[in-house]
């Protein structure tokens, strides 16, 4: 019990923080003002029409600021709540206040969505005081008090959960994001170690070359094989740090552009994919064609795996000047989880095209299906 509340109170606040205030929030404290001031004026048992009706405009702002002070407004609009229902006890008057005021309870939500430990725990106390006064003093049976209690402290728990589905899929896409990196790393070693291992190889011949002929060059090469051998044990060691398993570093290079050709589908395969290349690929760094593989590996994967009633896939990738295009497209309808949402494999191209510099686009086609379109320029790939 001791450590559960000492990690409570350690919570930090809600990460990615809140949002900013949008036209929403305008126009939901707009329409219960409007829904405060027909109560207050029509309804015909309200208690200290006046101060009710005063009182409840008052705190229906305070939703402006649920988000970015959950604890101060909590502690404001409950606070005046209390003292309200302290000053009917004292009056014996019945608790005075518009039905209204029931949209007061988005504030638990929030201090529970987006407050930190310690501000949940100063809050509950609030809530809860305002809560058990309340029963006290509009006394019904215990079946109604145990239902005001339950309508009272569901949107702190409404808040919590929708704050633990929100961190754990923040968590999870960051993962996703760190795995695509150590895949990047691991393909940029194995191609870097490939051209230094051929340097060293290159800088052993020439050394036996330079045997015959006593030179300057001799001792050139004899640099140049040691600093080759260096780079490459020290690349091993920093990529094994990143490795999560036992794969031996193949020196060999991993499938680049012209290997997206092979994903093409054979004969009699639904759907039909299509696979075109077009302008000069020849000089492309290996890092870029090894990207675009991956990105039209798994664009396909997702094509297969979530398109209803598909029967052609289209991969294009086009070389310009200055950048590559890839772009794969379907011609079928969605199915499963809704492709419109981010999921995580596009979580990882995303982050795999921004790290060399591009940008990926993803989404549904027009009229039908579903395309992605990835651009990477030939610049900015990490060397």
Known sequence: MKNAMRSLLAEPRAYPPPPSRVWRDWALVAVLGVSAALEGTFRPDVIWRPLALMLTIVLLVTLLWRRSHPLAMVVFVFGAVMGLDVAALIVGSPPAGLYTMANLLILPYSLFRWGSGREMAIGTIFVVGVGALGIYADYNGVLEAVFGGIVLLFPAVLGSSIRYRAVSRFREIDQIKLRERELLARELHDTVAHHVSAIAIRAQ????????????????????????????????????????????????????????????????????????????????????????????????????????????????????????????????????????????????????????????????????????VAVLPKSNVAR
């Open 205 to 372: 011949a020439g050394r036996a070359v330079a045997a015959t002929n006593p030179s300057g060059a001799f001792d050139a090469l004899g640099i140049i094989e040691t600093e080759a051998s260096r780079t490459l044990a020290e690349m091993r060691r920093m990529v094994g740090v990143l490795r999560q398993d036992d794969e031996k570093v193949e020196l060999a290079p991993q499938k680049g552009v012209f290997d997206i050709e092979t994903l093409a589908s054979g004969p009699g395969d639904t759907p039909d994919v299509d696979v075109e290349l077009s302008g000069d690929l020849d000089d492309l760094d290996p890092a870029l064609g090894s990207a675009m593989y991956r990105l039209a590996q798994e664009s396909i994967t997702n094509a297969l795996r979530h398109a209803r009633h598909a029967t052609k896939v289209r991969v294009a990738v086009n070389s310009a000047e200055d950048h590559v295009r890839l772009t794969v497209s379907d011609d079928g309808e969605p199915i499963g989880e809704d492709r419109n949402s981010p999921g995580y494999g596009l979580v990882g191209m995303a982050e795999r095209a921004a790290l060399l510099g591009g940008t990926l686009e993803a989404g549904p086609a027009s009229g039908r299906g579903w395309r992605v």
